[in-house]
């Protein structure tokens, strides 16, 4: 699991340039060889001679961070033994028998935004805290006040009262950002405080698993404790908060994750601002297009967002329906579900924005006022259905298949309304258990149909066969969350 990252430093001396094709004929000249054409110029880079100007520029805006809290129970910072242990009683004797209340601190790294003291770090960093200590380069420690959070961008902004201006850094473009650019990351690893560690960008627009995830992957070396501290290019701008690792033993093994700045300065305004997020909500769930998906649906390509289900909001009132393809947002295109969220996210609440759709192989625009999607997530949506009927069961599709009765509808916490047919056996070797499907999956459209007898399924499959159609959509719910599923219909 990804561990607590490593605030990012600044190096110092941008690489010197060498022309390779004056090196290939320099080369060729002192064998004695005559070159018949010069090599197109291609500038090959070395590496810095040394990031010390850039760490000496960079470090008075970088900051050390502890927090405390009161936590109920005895500390949970000592060695984890197993129940029954012969070590149990050993490691006990120094926990409080009486359960009672004790302050627990943690450390973390985080950068000056502002001359005023504005601090960005991690949201995980002060979570829980009572208080917070900010330590600067110099040894100067101030309080600090929590300005906002997102745990979503797992990003938190503070504040601190200072005396007189103090040294902070800006923001960079992390798109601009290509793999294999230098970078450097700084922060307070293992409590060490104010360390520098350079690396390159390894890779760019990582997942873990939030929402809005686009993590900039280095292998600038960064440890626990440097959660919250900035990477930074070699101009000496922030290009990520250093945010989490991927390691077996808690320590760096050079893939650490790095959130990158142009997610990271649209949260910040919006915290300096109100104190939270306010994101744009679509009132849409959604998937990525993939090609067997694209292929049942007729699509010339695999791109925009399909979408699976359409709540009581913003998109239902514009006219969008389950099965309609988002292929852009705003006049900016669609690649897959990630980017719409993160546009939608973007956007401004309240204002109307146009969507294209692509319904029945034909484009549509329609516009849609954008809700907030904080709110619209504090609420329960209702479901709908109809009732079903003819209780049988059939094999197709690699599936065993019946319609939902009430008392399947109880056994899988359905609603009584909810219609469809019921997963209750998965062919191990069928297409259908590869691609996920499992028992109690419920098949609630088959071709963009609703369908609630075993019949309804038989004629979707008959009428894509008809169609020279290799494979037929499938819209499943899980849990309540819907998601298509394209399967192969070829005899």
């Not at 450390?107 to 009572?130: C, K, M, P, R």
């Not at 290509?178 to 060490?192: E, F, S």
């Not at 949506?381 to 059939?394: H, R, V, Y």
């Not at 309804?456 to 037929?472: I, M, N, T």
Request: hydrophobic share 40%.
């Amino acid at each position: 699991m990804p561990a607590v990252l490593s605030p990012p430093d600044r190096a110092c001396h941008r690489p010197r340039r060498r022309g390779a094709a004056s090196v290939a004929s320099a080369l060729a000249l002192a064998a004695g060889l005559a070159l018949a054409a010069p090599a197109a110029p291609v500038l090959a880079y070395g590496a810095p001679e040394s990031f010390a100007e850039l760490a000496e520029k960079i470090s008075p805006a970088v900051v050390n961070i502890t927090t405390s809290s009161i936590v109920s129970g005895p500390a949970t910072g000592g060695p984890m033994v197993p129940e029954g242990s012969p070590f149990e009683d050993f490691f006990n004797q120094f926990d409080d028998p009486n359960g009672a209340p004790q302050r627990s601190e943690a450390l973390g790294s985080g950068f000056v935004i502002s001359e005023d003291g504005y601090i960005v770090t991690n949201n995980h960093v002060i979570e829980g805290a009572d208080e917070i200590m900010i330590e600067f380069f110099g040894g100067e420690k101030l309080p600090a006040k929590l300005i906002g959070t997102d745990p979503k961008t797992d990003i938190a902004l503070l504040k601190v009262e200072a005396a007189k201006p103090l040294p902070f850094v800006s923001f960079g473009n992390s798109d601009l950002m290509r793999v294999g650019d230098w970078v450097v990351a700084m922060g307070n690893p293992l409590g060490q405080g104010f360390s520098v560690s350079a690396g390159i960008v390894s890779a760019r627009n990582r997942e873990l698993s939030g929402t809005y995830d686009d993590y900039l992957q280095t292998d600038a070396a960064i440890n626990r404790g440097n959660s919250g501290g900035p990477l930074f290019n070699m101009d000496g701008q922030v290009i990520g908060v250093n945010t989490a690792i991927l390691s077996p033993n808690g320590g760096s093994i050079g893939i650490g994750f790095s959130m990158a700045s142009n997610v990271v300065t649209k949260v910040v305004d919006q915290l300096k601002e109100f104190g939270e997020t306010r994101r744009g909500w679509l009132g849409v769930r959604i998937q990525d297009v993939t090609p067997d998906i694209a292929e049942s649906m007729g699509l010339t390509e695999a791109k925009g967002a399909l979408v699976t289900d359409v709540p009581d909001g913003p998109s239902k009132a514009a006219g969008i329906v389950a099965g309609d393809v988002i292929t852009m947002f705003n006049g900016q295109p669609v690649g897959d579900a990630g980017d719409l969220t993160r546009r939608v996210a973007d956007a401004p609440v309240g204002e109307a924005v146009p969507v294209v759709i692509l319904r029945d192989g034909k484009t549509e625009t329609l516009q849609v006022t954008l809700g907030r999607r904080e709110e619209a997530e504090a609420q329960t949506l209702p479901a709908s259905g109809a009732t079903p009927d003819e209780p049988k069961q059939m094999d197709m599709l690699g599936l065993t298949l019946q319609p939902l009765t009430p008392e399947i509808r109880k056994q899988l916490g359905l609603q009584p309304g909810d219609e469809g047919l019921v997963v209750s056996q998965v062919d191990p070797s069928s297409e259908a258990y590869v691609k996920g499907l499992r028992e109690g999956d419920v098949i609630t459209e088959a071709g963009q149909q609703r369908v609630t007898r075993l019949k309804d399924l038989q004629d979707r499959v008959q009428e894509a066969r008809d169609a020279g159609r290799k494979s037929l959509l499938l819209l499943i719910r899980r849990g309540g969350d819907p998601r298509f599923v394209a399967l192969s219909v070829e005899e």
